[in-house]
């Protein structure tokens, strides 16, 4: 399982200051696990009436390259921060989760073509995307970084302009470049791994992509660094199909993983304090 330093991911930040501030204006311990307890049954009470993709299983669609959302350990599990409370979620819900893994545009489409309940992939809300998907409530905040070679010329978002710019398709990475350079200037890639490599093959000058995969993806190249000042930022949400019955009872379990600390302890599962 792979860490990284808080000080460096800056994605978290949304996620950690949610889950704390809930947890602070969550009363004393004793009424605050009544809250719980009582949440939790209704919780479990409602599961028998969820409607899934596949009965008794909350079928979970993500791009599993994107860590440390998720990713593929060396013995082919998949782990990471949307993983997690996927299954936590399911457990409140009194539901299995099952993971399908899939191309990032896929795993969208799948949520839309009810062949998968939920799709956690790091996924941002777009006005576009709400046109054809439902989400919850936001749960973390995402941060877009701009990746370049040692001793490049690009040090602002600015400076992209005129270069060739790596995403991963199908990302708000490749709109957000797509609408502010042109299609030309963008060229999208099945995912972040290989736009980093061709980023250090010089096949392009840059690869914007989310700030926590950015900052494994620039430990594992040296030569390669993130800029300081960041392309965009976001929120991520649980994506669902459109008038889901599932969105309320997401929702509600979110809320229960917050006040009772499980967001924060699986972010540090996944990210050091130092």
């Not at 979970?60 to 921060?81: C, L, Q, R, V």
């Not at 370049?148 to 400076?159: E, F, K, L, M």
Request: charged letters at 20%; proline letters at 2%.
């Amino acid at each position: 399982m792979k860490k990284i330093n808080r000080r460096s991911f800056l994605a978290a930040a949304g996620l950690t200051a949610a889950a704390l501030a809930l947890t602070a204006c969550g009363g004393s311990a004793s009424s605050t696990a009544s809250s719980t307890a009582s949440s939790a049954a209704s919780s479990t009470s409602a599961a028998a009436e969820l409607t899934t993709v596949e009965a008794g299983k909350l079928t979970m669609a993500t791009n599993a390259t994107f860590p440390p959302y998720e990713m593929t350990t060396d013995s082919g599990e998949i782990e990471g921060i949307d993983v997690d409370t996927a299954k936590a979620i399911a457990e409140k819900l009194g539901l299995e989760l099952q993971i399908d893994d899939m191309d990032f545009d896929a795993a969208l489409l799948s949520v839309q073509q009810g062949k998968a309940d939920i799709v956690m992939a790091g996924v941002t809300v777009t006005d576009e995307r709400k046109a054809v998907m439902d989400f919850s409530d936001s749960y973390a905040t995402g941060i877009q970084s701009i990746i370049v070679p040692n001793g490049s010329d690009i040090a602002s978002p600015d400076d992209l302009a005129g270069k060739k710019i790596g995403t991963q398709r199908g990302t708000t990475g490749y709109i957000y470049c797509s609408d502010d350079f042109g299609d030309d200037a963008v060229v999208a890639y099945d995912d972040g791994l290989t736009a980093v490599q061709a980023l250090k093959n010089g096949q392009v000058d840059a690869v914007v992509i989310d700030n926590a995969p950015a900052t494994e993806y620039v430990a594992a190249n040296p030569g390669l660094v993130i800029l300081d000042t960041s392309y965009a930022e976001e929120d991520y949400a649980i994506g669902m199909a459109k008038g889901s019955a599932l969105e309320d009872a997401v929702n509600a379990a979110l809320e229960e993983l917050k006040a009772d600390g499980t967001l924060q302890s699986i972010v540090d599962k996944y990210i050091t304090a130092e």
